[in-house]
């Protein structure tokens, strides 16, 4: 063994350097733990969480054309929409819709699909519930947007 | 009955010298209660120390700052089923974590946290606590052995081949501390107290006695109490990725938490004989350096200040807690707590308190900081192999404390060498 690997063997000094190391982590400000329900996480814009339904803000109808493409985009088929033409304004509107969150991977494919953008995926990620049933979400609580539920002692 | 409680106080010696059974009876209470509190209050510093060192928060939800966390998993342990595996060797299983206990505990009768305030001054001390705390190896292969189980064999089989191989090198460290002992007073002693005293007799502490020699002899003592406590990075025999637990791995509930009073309380013991073997028992530092009555007086103040940052660092928590209303409880807890250590603190200012409490502070400090340090090397050395720890034992520290050994003793006769050797040539 040459000279420096020993001496570096006899004096510890790879040791004292991972004490070194150790040592310096210790401020708690250096922390990367989330204190989850008192801190929540920087949600970055392109993330695909709950899926919304956009409402026209001025007259107040859903932007849905019923055309479809969203629950033909769907890999899981999970989207069941339905509609019928409005005699007044000619549009299709949405009779009933039907997004099952239990199936979904969040691939957002349904999202991109949509032609007039009233399909979209949120930054809201709290979507745990008691049972399965709530699970599927209709043209109400896409629109509303579901209210993550609250643990209550 | 009060005459008898009083006239100890004064008499400055340990209770077993001074022959008053009560004292000895209440010094052992307030050793096994203070002992106890140390390993609650060692078990939540290890969370939150190795959590900060892994960049983690530690436990942070049970009470402020997870401050109420072991007295929860206290509560868990005591209420868990007891369960005794079917093919267990009933008896032994449930003498292991006894005897684990008793003797960890046992050892504490002869460490002196100042002059007067150890249970007794024995001729052997060390001898005792060595002998004493070697015995738990008996109770770690009852455990191993009694489970009837695979994996607390392998546990008690690697940590019976650990201590004793380890208990040599200590042995022969703690032998050339002894030796040190003997320099002034020309015999040397083994009690606890007494090898203080030598320090104080030679103005130095023996960690620095015939340097690097004492440290030398620290060194390969320090190394040898990790392996010991079977902590990390010598923690085979526990080895959480390989044997589960160990030894204990059947053990739950009571039983298991017995098992884990017994490893802190035996740190703590090995702790202290360091401290008291090499850095000067209960005397504060820097008695050469900053000598002196006033030095003595600013000395005796330490207690008290150190006891008001800590009420300080409290009360700045409780500041800082976000003002959320399921956290005001803890917030006016943390506060009252620092308000509660204020208080304590303000209590050493009293200057017969102050008197009597100062050794036992810089007897604890002392051992806090081995404490931090076990904290520290679990934070950051990775596990030895059983091979690699085998060759550290007995192909390192063993010849290094030998080689101690032998040139303490020979640097320790060398005035009386050269007068033989003077008188030789003449």
Known sequence: MSLKPLLRKVFLVDLIKGLKVTFHYQPPSQAITEQYPLERPVIFERFRGQPRLKVDPDKGNSLCIVC????????????????????????????????????????????????????????????????REGMVLDQAALERGQEPVRYVK | ????????????????????????????????????????????????????????????????????????????????????????????????????????????????????????????????????????????????????????????????????????????????????????????????????????????????????????????????????????????????????????????????????????????????????????GWMRPFPNWLGGATWDMAFSFVPALSLFVLAGMCLLGALRMPRIPQMRIQTVGLAMFGSLLGFVGLVLLVPAVRDRIQDIFWFVAKVAFFMYLYIWYRGTFPRYRFDQLMRVGWKVLLPIGLGVLIATAIVGLFPQLTSVMAGVTQ
């Open chain 1, 68 to 131: 479809n493409l969203c629950a033909l985009a769907c890999p899981e088929q999970l989207i069941v929409v339905k509609g019928e033409r409005n005699p007044v304004t000619k549009r299709k509107e949405p009779v009933s819709w039907t997004y099952d969150l239990s199936r979904c991977m969040f691939c957002g494919l349904c999202a991109e699909a949509c032609s007039t953008d009233a399909l979209e995926l949120t930054q809201d990620y709290e979507m745990a519930l008691y049972s």
């Open chain 2, 1 to 280: 009955m009060l005459d008898a409680l009083k006239s100890y106080l004064t008499a400055g010696n340990t209770p077993g010298e001074a022959g008053s059974m009560l004292w000895a009876t209440i010094y052992i209470l307030v050793i096994t209660l203070g002992i106890s509190l140390a390993v609650i209050a060692m078990n939540w510093l290890e969370r939150k120390i190795l959590a900060h060192m892994q960049i983690r928060l530690g436990p942070m939800r049970v009470g402020p700052h997870g401050l109420l966390q072991p007295f929860a998993d206290a509560l868990k342990l005591l209420i868990k089923e007891d369960i005794i595996p079917q093919e267990a060797d009933k008896l032994v299983f449930w003498m292991a974590p006894v005897v684990v206990t008793m003797t960890a505990f046992t050892t504490f009768l002869v460490v002196p946290f100042g002059r007067t305030h150890a249970v007794t001054d024995m001729n052997i001390g060390v001898l005792f606590m060595l002998g004493i705390s070697s015995l738990g190896v008996l109770g770690i292969i009852m455990a191993g052995w009694s489970s009837n189980s695979h994996y607390p064999l392998m546990g008690a089989l690697r940590s019976s081949a650990q201590m004793v191989s380890y208990e040599v090198a200590m042995g022969l460290a703690i032998v050339s501390a002894v030796l040190m002992t003997s320099l002034k007073s020309g015999t040397g002693t083994l009690s606890m107290i007494g090898i203080v005293e030598a320090q104080n007799a030679q103005q130095t502490w023996f960690i620095f006695k015939f340097f690097p020699l004492g440290f030398l002899a620290f060194a390969v003592f320090a190394i040898a109490m990790i392996a010991e406590t079977n902590r990390a990075p010598f923690d085979l025999p526990e080895a959480e990725s390989e044997l589960v637990a160990g030894f204990h791995t059947e053990y739950s509930g009571f039983r298991w938490s017995l098992f884990f009073l017994a490893e802190y309380a035996a740190m703590l013991a090995v702790s202290s004989i360091a401290v008291t073997l090499w850095l000067g």
